[in-house]
């Protein structure tokens, strides 16, 4: 019964994405190497607009910039080899650099790699043992959750000051010492399924229902922990080549919405897995259709920007309802995982290519759409696969 359900979902997810005839993934070039150990290297392809390149890597790197900030690192990867690669002077490629909300999309993909073992069904209720019987909130589904419309009372993006932003008192204040347990407590303010609001609270029960499900017995915080900590390097970072710290509150739950170190090479090589449709070397990592899901717009009418814990480029227009990172009518199929001070990773398969940079910048919209500025010039400067 449970394969059927799951048939059934796989399903749903493969037809809405044919719907939105989203581009198709490009295939892993003959004779490249999968990134696993490492990197192959090569020069910018021939139709690269070189000169649009060295202003992009100049920009980001001469310094404090005014918006962008700090530009610690930065990757391109096209046609699976690395065709720029450069890191601020105090920082290597060995660095690991924090992800801030780009974590949200790698619990997108551990959520995958459940629904391919079976263990979890995204069209099935999520529920929380913080609730109680009959609580409406219990029936939200996975997929509400993780395309953001469940509905909840929780405000992040625009808030109006730091004590204002709901993330501060779950990660560090009142809710720091069980952040389940405060991401359970809030209220439904709307109802699930027709509201899109940037929710790392929801991340955070999405964490906890998935380590629920993989560690349904544990003894305690840390063996809690070690043994999420075990499935998530087995099911997703070793197949790939990456070896992230990932970060756990006090009850050994990975905070799911941000808190993952890793190094700009591992970040691309995350992007690279989706770029690849959700397969790496031969094996499936995430269920056919998946990455489809993550970037196919969800339920709600009052965006066009986000996925399933992706961000999104719309078919037409800047977006709403805020600008997409990425701008112009050449790169409408790029998607992107972004956190806190302009972290971000963009897939753009119609080019083959995956852009990662890390950093610090202070700013809000401004900053971030100067980011978006440089990030579709620089990706925009690469032109058909390098082969």
Do not use: C
């Amino acid at each position: 019964m449970l394969r059927v359900v799951l048939a059934a979902a796989f399903f749903t997810i493969a037809s809405t994405a044919a719907a939105q005839q989203l581009h198709p993934f490009p295939p892993q070039p003959a004779g490249v190497a999968w990134p696993t150990q490492d990197w192959e290297a090569a020069p910018a392809p021939a139709d690269a607009d070189r000169a649009a390149i060295d202003l992009a890597a100049t920009e980001a790197f001469a310094g404090e910039h005014p918006l962008m900030g700090e530009t610690r690192a930065v990757i391109v990867v096209q046609g699976g080899r690395i065709v720029f690669e450069r890191y601020n002077e105090s920082f290597t490629r060995d660095t690991r650099l924090v992800s801030w909300s780009v974590a949200k999309s790698v619990t997108h993909a551990l959520v995958g790699a459940a629904v391919l073992q079976g263990r979890v069904s995204i069209d099935a209720p999520m529920g929380s043992p913080h609730w109680r019987a009959g609580d409406r909130r219990a029936s939200i589904t996975w997929r509400d959750w993780l395309n953001m419309v469940d509905g909840q009372d929780y405000l992040e993006i625009g808030a109006p000051s730091i004590l204002a932003n709901d993330v501060t008192h779950m990660l560090y204040g009142r809710g720091r010492s069980d952040t389940a347990r405060f991401a359970a407590g809030l209220p439904l303010i709307n109802d699930p399924g027709g509201y899109w609001n940037y929710n790392s609270a929801g991340t955070v029960l999405i964490a906890d229902a998935l380590t629920r499900t993989i560690v349904p017995d544990p003894r305690d915080a840390l063996d809690r922990r070690n043994r999420m900590r075990a499935w998530m390097q087995a099911s997703l970072f070793d197949p790939i080549g990456m070896n992230p710290v990932v970060e756990f509150d006090p009850q050994g739950l990975f905070y799911g919405s941000a808190l993952i170190w890793a190094t700009a090479r591992d970040w691309a090589r995350f992007g690279y897995l989706y770029l690849r449709g959700g397969v790496w070397d031969g094996r499936r990592i995430l269920p056919e259709g998946w990455v489809d899901f993550a970037r196919t717009p969800g339920p709600a009418s009052n965006t066009d920007v986000y996925g399933a814990h992706w961000w999104l480029t719309p078919v037409r227009g800047s977006g709403r309802p805020q600008r997409s990172l990425i701008v112009g009518d050449d790169m409408r199929d790029a998607f992107s995982a972004q956190g806190h001070e302009g972290q971000i990773i963009v897939v753009v398969p119609s080019k083959d290519l995956v852009l990662v940079r890390l950093g610090r910048f202070d700013g809000g919209a401004d900053a971030w759409n100067a980011l978006g500025d440089w990030a579709t010039r620089l990706a925009g400067a690469y032109g058909s696969r390098s082969n």
